[in-house]
């Protein structure tokens, strides 16, 4: 039941941000659109923006859904876009409200969990260690959050398949050569 609730209140919100921005929708907004009391909005959620990171990390981790390996982590990538793109309207009027540093730090986790993952299965049986393999993740991490960022504040107007393309053909083997890098054998 609670994500049930929690996925309805998240559908009030994207309808009310069709209608008015972000900083103009309050919680009784929420709640009256969903049906139910303030206090079942404060049971799920501490404020406006707990809801708003909410949705942004289930839509992202729906997109990253199994996508987190080497040969994967493209279609991952074009699918967070592709989720950023199915809903525009929400993700644009967010940007606007709570600014590209609050979008950003939605983004970390989900993009982290991506990179991490094709960190992890590229160093296996190599000597290197978590906090090397968490600085390459993390450096890779925030290219790929500053061009999604950049996209949105460009009004996603570039083909997001062109984009990744671009992205896969600038790092293609270099993730292995930065685990070599840092190899300590």
Request: proline share 2%.
């Amino acid at each position: 039941m609670s994500q049930t609730t929690k996925r309805a209140l998240a559908a009030s919100l994207k309808t009310l941000l069709l209608q008015k921005p972000l900083n103009k929708i309050t919680i009784n907004d929420i709640a009256e659109d969903c049906g139910i009391s303030r206090m079942t909005f404060y049971y799920h959620f501490k404020d406006i923006y707990d809801l708003v990171e909410w949705v942004c990390v289930e839509d992202a981790a729906r997109a990253l859904a199994g996508k987190k390996t080497y040969d994967t982590w493209q279609e991952g990538f074009l699918n967070i876009f592709q989720a950023v793109l199915d809903n525009k309207p929400f993700i644009m009027n967010v940007y606007r409200a709570v600014g590209r540093e609050r979008v950003e730090q939605y983004l970390n986790p989900l993009v982290h969990s991506l990179v991490l993952g094709v960190v992890e299965e590229k160093s296996a049986g190599m000597a290197v260690s978590q906090e090397d393999k968490n600085f390459i993740a993390y450096f890779y991490e925030y290219a790929f959050i500053g061009i999604v960022l950049n996209w949105i504040n460009d009004n996603m107007r570039e083909d997001p398949a062109v984009i990744v393309e671009r992205t896969s053909r600038l790092i293609h083997g270099n993730v292995v050569q930065g685990l070599n890098a840092f190899r300590a054998d």
